[in-house]
């Protein structure tokens, strides 16, 4: 299951897993999508903790450079809403 996380201004969607225990330790799938044209949605997966980017499709180098550094800043909180079912049930509304 993904949560939403973040929409941004150009309609980017950033979501997040549940968190995945693999080998006894935590995970947490980061999912990005645009609408795009030509390729429908443009789309990338990070796994965190340790951000292996995959399945990169139609972003720029300046735009993954972005990415790279949003998901960076925002880790914790990833983290945070992904052991407690997702923003919305993490802040209690």
Do not use: R
Request: proline share 3%; charged share 30%.
């Amino acid at each position: 299951m993904l949560y939403n996380f973040m929409e941004l201004p150009d309609e980017t969607i950033i979501s997040h897993s549940e968190i995945i225990n693999k080998d006894g330790k935590d995970h947490v799938k980061v999912y990005i999508e645009t609408p795009d044209e030509k390729n429908c949605f443009n789309h990338a997966t990070c796994w965190l903790p340790e951000d292996e980017w995959v399945d990169v499709l139609g972003y720029t180098q300046k735009q993954m450079d972005y990415f790279k550094d949003f998901v960076d800043s925002e880790k914790h909180l990833i983290f945070e809403f992904a052991k407690n079912g997702g923003l919305l049930n993490a802040s209690g509304l």
